[in-house]
């Protein structure tokens, strides 16, 4: 059998095979193949086969959690049973040795020092512990996008009602005409009691990449610090902490890094940690040591060890590889809409100002209908926005996603179009 007959043989097995437990669905690496291909399609035909894939629907909601490919799997699994093995020698000796070097790496990955950096459960930790940890004064405000995750909104809220904080909200266009639209929006909620700005670095709901650096300088030029939330950035874009010079970042592995779930980070500039109040109280650490803000109490620590195979996954690919098809899958579908009558596309059509993500709506139709009707008529899996300006189901293809899925996808969304 030739590597072309033999690459779509196994993508052809993954489409049909029946989801099962890992140890029945799997194939040994040998069976796997090679990773060296010259033909990109044959790579990527190649990445397909390393991941155990339900028959039942097309899966273009990956935004939530990118599911892990079979060697990170297989990696997880034989760290819970070495945790399990070594029992409580594990948890008092080499734990934190291992969690702080592969936050280590993490780092490197993200551009910033290790002493500034730690691993959390997920972007909703890293935040909300710098938002209830700020030292918020009465009267001081806080400026953020009505089109920001729930979760930090509504901890901003909460906070708010503790210290008696003022909240000043911008509306993010879909479609900004420069990077100055939208530096300037958030500029015009600045005022004198004004300390901290969340932005996204790249929106959750439409894809839309913000001009990070852009505004951390404007708002430094008035003195307000910036948190970032890059939930969807790391593993998807590369992100260079120390050139996008904010205050804040944090971001979920389980998404686009693809490890198991319950795997974060969040950095914090070296002059700003000892001012945060730690969401647990930890012993004897310096003030500016950013691991007084990292005590969770006994946490699955083997998903903590996944994520240094999970990059090893990654630089298997390469990240400016894997940014890049990324870039393709969703400029693949996104391009073959977006002059359709009655089809509305909430990302903007700018290559630099999105990559992996994008949101499509139809016209006179609700979201939760299209992504119903995505799914009970053509079986393809994705996520209603139904949220102030953004009326559409949020499209999130992975490295495995190919082409011809996504032709289904375009394909039934033109059948809808033409029914309104």
Known sequence: MDKRSFLQKMGQAALITPFLPLSLNATSPEERGTYELNDEDDFWQRIRVDYALKPDYINLENGYYNIAPIPTIEKFHKHIEQVNYEGSHYMRTVQWDNKKRIASRLAQLVGCDSDELIITRNTTESLDMIIGGYPWEKGDEAVFAVQDYGAMR????????????????????????????????????????????????????????????????????????????????????????????????????HKWLSTPLGAGILFAAKKNISKIWPLLAEHNREPDDIGRLNHIGTHPVHTDLTINDALDYLELIGMERKEKRLRYLQRYWSDKLRDTENIIINTPVEPHRSCGIANVGIRNMKPSELARTLMEEFRIFTVAIDHHNVQGCRITPNVYTTTAELDDFVKAMKILAERT
Do not use: W
Request: aromatic fraction near 4%; proline fraction near 4%.
């Open 154 to 253: 509504e901890h901003f809220k909460l906070t708010a009602k503790r210290y008696g904080l003022v909240l000043k909200t911008i509306s993010l266009p879909n479609h900004p005409a420069s990077d100055e639209e939208i530096v300037s929006l958030y500029e015009s909620q600045i005022g004198p009691k004004t300390k901290l700005m969340m932005i996204c670095h790249m929106v959750n709901i439409t894809g839309q990449i913000l001009p990070v650096r852009k505004i951390c300088d404007m708002a430094h030029s008035h003195g307000v610090e910036v948190m970032v939330d890059g939930a969807h950035c790391v593993g998807h874009i590369e992100v260079d902490i120390k050139e996008l010079k904010c205050d804040y970042y944090g971001s979920s592995l």
